[in-house]
């Protein structure tokens, strides 16, 4: 069994992206191809913004919008504790503090009540200046963007949301990456919308920010590439992405629909025996990830693996503890509800073609034990 069974969607798209890779190896634009334009115009269409701008990967589309807003050192941006390495990654990067936030143990997603302390903390000791929030839409499901937009205009913050997870997602009737001004997801192979290589979006309805992002994207140019008006990054996708992101864009709509079916089986099956995730009301998720806890998880993941059915630990060891930003002087303890999940979280296989038999299989083993 696989966690994510990809060839099986290669199955159904696979005549159109030979058909897609064929034209671009007879007009032979590699880089900055019609794809992308094509690309940008559908993902903004679908994802309900005036603009997309298709950049290199994931990081690259969280990274972009912080050179916008010019983010370096002495400034703080804040965001989840509990999320992959890129998210607080691109604001060391730039020089910038992250300043982490604990999780809601239900969504595990920021929760709006630490980011208010931690905000207040940050301003009252007066040694960085707040400048940003990071929110994650984590597995699949948007953060709580009601709370904190109210937030971010009270303190005069500007949100940039991590749609890695959430492409296809919804919150009250606005997609995953409508949900701030700007936002970035990711095309990872293994995410909801996948490409074959390394790929990502920006989205923003802000044109001049969209003036910035094309300009950052190609080494900072200006009037051309050889006109360099800022310090930019090679940050662009290649054409060979796009047209696999096209050919999937045909099918996702169903696959969210998909998606959304194998996890009402799997809350059928195993509510009551694992913590199942819980979705806010006004959120659809795009289920990046199926997450559970259960206190005894080593013990359930071994039984499934000598099963053969694969499973993952996203994420085993919370930022603020990580090696990496040791020098920011976190602690165990700092974040109590997001050190006790990832202690005690795991993530069942979760595609669109996940058979019900299979997840029958999966779900006895975990209720049952054998
Ligand atoms: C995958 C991911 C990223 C980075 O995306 P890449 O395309 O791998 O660079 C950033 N944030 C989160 C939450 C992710 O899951």
Redesign the pocket.
């Known amino acids: 069994m696989q966690f994510i069974d990809l060839a099986a969607q290669q199955k159904r798209i696979r005549g159109a992206i030979e058909s897609g890779w064929r034209r671009i190896l007879d007009h032979g634009q590699y880089i900055m191809g019609p794809e992308i334009g094509e690309l940008e115009e559908k993902l903004a269409a679908f994802t309900g913004v005036p603009f997309a701008v298709a950049v290199a ?6 990274l972009m919008p912080l050179m916008v807003e010019e983010v370096g050192p002495g400034d703080a941006v804040f965001t989840s504790t509990f ?2 390495i ?2 607080a990654e691109v604001i060391r990067l730039l020089g910038a503090t992250p300043v982490f936030v604990d999780i809601d143990p239900e969504t595990f997603n920021i929760d709006p009540a630490n980011l208010e302390e931690a905000i207040r903390r940050v301003r009252s000791e007066g040694k960085l200046n707040a400048r940003g929030i990071i929110p ?1 839409d ?1 597995f699949g499901q948007p953060a709580d963007y009601p709370a904190i937009q109210t937030l971010a205009a009270r303190h005069g913050l500007f949100v940039l949301e ?1 749609a ?2 959430s492409f296809g997602a919804r919150q009250r009737g606005k997609k995953a990456g409508a949900l701030a001004k700007v936002a ?1 997801t ?3 192979p293994a ?1 909801p919308l996948g490409c074959y290589g ?3 979006m920006i989205f923003t309805d802000d044109d001049s920010l969209r003036e910035q992002l094309l300009s950052i994207r190609v080494h900072g140019q200006g009037i051309d590439k050889y006109t360099n008006v800022r310090v930019g990054i090679n940050g662009r996708m290649d054409s060979l992405q796009a047209a696999v992101l096209l050919a999937k864009m045909e099918i996702f709509p169903e696959e969210i629909e998909l998606r959304q079916g194998v996890a009402n089986r799997y809350e059928r099956r195993l509510a009551g025996v694992v913590k199942t995730p819980r979705i806010l009301e006004g959120n659809i998720s795009a289920w ?1 990830q199926y997450s559970v806890l259960h206190p005894r998880r080593d013990e359930i993941i071994g039984r499934l693996r000598r099963n053969g059915i694969p499973t993952a630990i996203y994420y085993p060891i919370p930022l603020h503890l990580q090696e990496a930003f040791s020098g920011l002087g976190y602690r165990r303890g700092d974040f109590p509800v997001a050190e006790k999940i990832a202690g005690e979280v795991f993530s069942l296989p979760m595609h669109p073609y996940l058979q019900e038999d299979e997840q029958e299989r999966i779900c006895a083993l975990i209720a049952g034990g054998q």
């Open positions: 990967s994931g990081t690259d589309a969280l999320t992959f890129a998210t994650v984590l991590d890695a997870q970035g990711s095309f990872f995410k390394d790929g990502g990046a």
